[in-house]
């Protein structure tokens, strides 16, 4: 999963994602979740955002509903029993802080970049690069 994700990232000439612990109660402890983030510094433009999902569906992702929201774009993809979610936006501080509200103070920042957050089915085979 992490190869498909960084697979991503270069093709669409984004820096290398930072993997991170899940941080909902359905995610910790957990083996079936998968979390990165790639900070661009700037709202990454519908290009960036379309070359970061090219990469998927050149893997077999399929596109499952485009989430328009008005901190930028998202997609749902899919694979293998795994189902990820690709942002491409920004947030400020208090955004950030209201998306994870168990994320220590000192830890919340405006972010600007890509996310790709999702889950797979426990057992399932992990989908090949």
């Given at each position: 999963?992490?190869?498909?994700?960084?697979?991503?990232?270069?093709?669409?000439?984004?820096?290398?994602?930072?993997?991170?612990?899940?941080?909902?109660?359905?995610?910790?402890?957990?083996?079936?979740?998968?979390?990165?983030?790639?900070?661009?510094?700037?709202?990454?433009?519908?290009?960036?955002?379309?070359?970061?999902?090219?990469?998927?569906?050149?893997?077999g992702w399929k596109a499952t509903d485009e989430m328009p929201d008005?901190?930028?774009?998202?997609?749902?993809?899919?694979?293998?029993?795994?189902?990820?979610?690709?942002?491409?936006?920004?947030?400020?501080?208090?955004?950030?802080?209201?998306?994870?509200?168990?994320?220590?103070?000192?830890?919340?920042?405006?972010?600007?970049?890509?996310?790709?957050?999702?889950?797979?089915?426990?057992?399932?085979?992990?989908?090949?690069?």
């Amino acid at each position: 999963m992490r190869a498909t994700i960084r697979a991503a990232a270069s093709a669409a000439g984004l820096g290398r994602p930072q993997f991170t612990n899940p941080t909902t109660k359905l995610s910790v402890g957990s083996s079936c979740w998968v979390t990165a983030v790639i900070n661009t510094g700037a709202k990454p433009d519908r290009k960036t955002f379309d070359a970061f999902v090219t990469a998927f569906k050149d893997r077999g992702w399929k596109a499952t509903d485009e989430m328009p929201d008005t901190s930028g774009v998202g997609l749902a993809v899919d694979k293998d029993g795994w189902s990820l979610v690709v942002l491409a936006g920004a947030l400020s501080k208090e955004q950030v802080a209201a998306e994870n509200p168990g994320l220590p103070p000192d830890q919340v920042h405006a972010f600007r970049g890509v996310s790709v957050a999702g889950s797979g089915t426990c057992g399932a085979p992990t989908p090949t690069p």
